[in-house]
Each structure stands twice: as structure tokens, then as C-alpha cells.
């Protein structure tokens, strides 16, 4: 219902240009809303992962094929929150035998292409990092790398632990240190995060570079899964950026087809931006 509503004024937007122009955008748009992201989850065992997608997002987890913990299989999950659905890849291997390397990079090449993302828990007081370090630069490989999202995780366990619930300025700092010995083992793409579920410390930052580091297509689709709280402005300004972007750039592409008549090109320059802004103004209605 509030999709039609967003889909007339973007209809409304694009009627000054050819039925088949308008079509062709509208449907770029249905693909858009349509869209399901998948996110990878690795890290090893007790590394905090389902604890962390508990926290983020408020979808009703199912599994989509349970397969017994002794095979090495990627465990899938897929959620729904209001008819849109995503899909947790909980990925095997790190942590394991380096004998099964070859198994795993098998696995995950057939994995990764089709992931918008992989979130990489390490554990705050995990110092066996060689472990991680081997899976990344021997399974991961350099084309993957960009979808790699680093988080330390439960950072309340960082030294010197306390009983409270906060993570005392010592903590922060130690977290601080490891994030920079992250950055010289891995040399990530993308800033290294720090989290606590069980402190609530860190999250919304986390949540934030997460919807950064997806694709475009990926942005808003995510952030519809995400728990209400972690929908911050900054998080809701990329995912309508891209969504609007993503049309522009539609539009982009339909211009530069090589036997488009010239008025016709002349008038998608003229409407684009009113699209783009349109699009962004609409996006509430979509996500
Ligand atoms: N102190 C503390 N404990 C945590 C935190 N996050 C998770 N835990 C605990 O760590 C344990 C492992 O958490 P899980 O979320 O099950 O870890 P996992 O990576 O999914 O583990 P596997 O599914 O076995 O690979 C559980 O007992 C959690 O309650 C945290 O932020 N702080
Ligand atoms: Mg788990």
C-alpha cells in the first residue's frame, strides 16, 4: 500500500520521458525493493556471532536448511520483517585445522560473490590470531577482501575485566590497541569495530559501518532488518543516498546507450536529478 504511494511519485517523476525509459526504471526500482541481502558471519566458535545478529536485527530467524554441526556446510538463516527477508550466511572453518584449507577455500568461493558482506567477530581476549590470520590471507584471498568487516567482540571481556556493566576507560583503551595490531595482521579494507552485547557498548557505530560497507543495492534492504534503535539518522541518510544514487545511476546508463536520439538523452539529463530527489524523498514508503 505505502509502496504504491512511493511507486506513483516516481511514476510521476519519470512521465516526461519515453513509456519504455520509464519502465525500464521502474522496474530497476521493483529490483531495488525487492532485493534480498545476504550477510556472511564468521569468526570462531563462541566468537559471539549469533548474539551479535540477535542483537542487531529484528527479524524472526529461521533456518533455512539445519544441517548437523559436524558437516561443513554454511548454516543459512533467513529472516523476515514485514515481507522482506535477508539471509544470515554463518560461515565455517575459521579456527580449524589448517588441513582443510583447501576444502574451505573451495566452499568459500562459492560463497563469497554472492555475499553483500561478511562480518568477522574476533573476540576481545582471543589472542590467538595467527589462526585468523592464516583462514584470511589463505581462504579470503585479495578479490574478497573489500566485503570483509572486522569486529572485536565482547569487549566488556578486554583487560582488566570488572563486574560492571560498563567498559571502564582502561578497557577502552586495550580495545583501542587491539584495533590497531587488527589493522597491522589484516590491513582491512574498512575500519576495524568494537563491540559489547552485553555491555549495549559500541552497536550503534557498529551498525552504522555496516550499512556504510554495503553495496548500494544492499543499504536499505538491511536497515529494514535492523532493530529500530540502530535505525539512526546517519544509517537511514546512506541507505536513501543509495537508493537514490542507484536510480540516478540507472538513468546514467539508459543515456549513454549508444542509438538514443539526442532530444530523448537531452530530456533524462534535464529530469535526473528531480528523479534522484524524489527517489530519496520517497524512500520512507519503500523502506
Ligand atoms: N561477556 C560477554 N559475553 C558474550 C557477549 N556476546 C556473547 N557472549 C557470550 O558468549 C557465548 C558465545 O556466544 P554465541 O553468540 O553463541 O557465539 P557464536 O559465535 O555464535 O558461537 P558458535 O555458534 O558456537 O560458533 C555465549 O555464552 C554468550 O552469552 C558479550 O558481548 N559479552
Ligand atoms: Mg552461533
Not at 514485514?82 to 562459492?110: H, I, K, Q
Not at 567482540?153 to 578486554?158: M, P, R, V
Not at 556493566?165 to 589484516?186: A, D
Not at 555496516?210 to 529500530?228: F, G, H, N, W, Y
Request: net charge positive; charged share 25%.
Amino acid at each position: 500500500m505505502r509502496n504504491r504511494e512511493g511507486l506513483h511519485s516516481l511514476q510521476n517523476s519519470l512521465s516526461g520521458l519515453p513509456q519504455w525509459v520509464s519502465e525500464r526504471i521502474l522496474h530497476q526500482v521493483s529490483q531495488l525493493t525487492s532485493y534480498e541481502p545476504m550477510i556472511g558471519i564468521m569468526g570462531k566458535t563462541g566468537a559471539g556471532k549469533s548474539s551479535l545478529c540477535n542483537a542487531l536485527f529484528a527479524g524472526e530467524v529461521s533456518p533455512v536448511s539445519d544441517v548437523a554441526a559436524c558437516t561443513r556446510e554454511p548454516l543459512r538463516f533467513r529472516f523476515q520483517v514485514g515481507g522482506r527477508f535477508m539471509t544470515l550466511v554463518d560461515l565455517p572453518g575459521v579456527g580449524e585445522s589448517g588441513a582443510r584449507d583447501t576444502e574451505y577455500a573451495a566452499l568459500y568461493r562459492e560463497q563469497l560473490p554472492r555475499l553483500d558482506l561478511v562480518l568477522w567477530l574476533i573476540k576481545a581476549d582471543d589472542r590467538a590470531l595467527s589462526v585468523d590470520e592464516h583462514f584470511y590471507h589463505k581462504v579470503i584471498g585479495e578479490a574478497y577482501r573489500h566485503k570483509v568487516l572486522f569486529v572485536i567482540s565482547q569487549s566488556d571481556k578486554a583487560e582488566p575485566t570488572s563486574r560492571g556493566e560498563r567498559l571502564s576507560t582502561e578497557q577502552k583503551q586495550n580495545i583501542s590497541r587491539k584495533i590497531c595490531l587488527l589493522h597491522e595482521l589484516f590491513q582491512p579494507v574498512h575500519p576495524v569495530c568494537a563491540i559489547s552485547v552485553r555491555a549495549k557498548w559500541g552497536l550503534r557505530v557498529m551498525a552504522e559501518r555496516m550499512i556504510k560497507c554495503l553495496p548500494r543495492e544492499a543499504s536499505s534492504p538491511v536497515v529494514s532488518q535492523l532493530k529500530p534503535s540502530f535505525r539512526t539518522p546517519t544509517v537511514q541518510k546512506k541507505a536513501r543516498d543509495d537508493f537514490g544514487e542507484t536510480i540516478g545511476t540507472a538513468l546514467d546508463a539508459v543515456s549513454a546507450l549508444p542509438l538514443i536520439p539526442a532530444p530523448v538523452r537531452a530530456v533524462i539529463r534535464a529530469v535526473r536529478d528531480t528523479v534522484v530527489s524524489v527517489a530519496r524523498a520517497v524512500w520512507n514508503f519503500f523502506f
